[in-house]
């Protein structure tokens, strides 16, 4: 089954059922795999508060950014 096939699925599921299931992909991950994602993300989201506090990044309202991803993951 293709990543595409399980995503046609999973989009399906009920909220509860896909948080079981973030929780359940999450803790399939190895140790070293988490900590190094758990880094880079904190990495990235402090270069993301230097640059909004630096002014060369904008906020966007929530709404609007839901949106966007909402979109992206119909495609």
């Known amino acids: 089954m293709t990543v595409a096939a399980i995503q046609a699925k ?4 009920p909220a509860e059922e896909r948080a079981k299931l973030i929780d359940l992909l999450w803790d399939s991950l190895s140790v070293p ?3 190094s994602r758990e880094a880079a993300w904190a990495a990235e989201s402090e270069r993301r508060i230097d640059a909004f506090e630096a002014g060369s990044l904008k906020a966007r309202d929530a709404a609007a950014v839901f949106s966007d991803v909402r979109t992206d993951l119909r495609k």
Do not use: I, P, S
């Open 33 to 35: 795999e988490v900590k």
């Open 10 to 13: 999973v989009v399906g599921l």
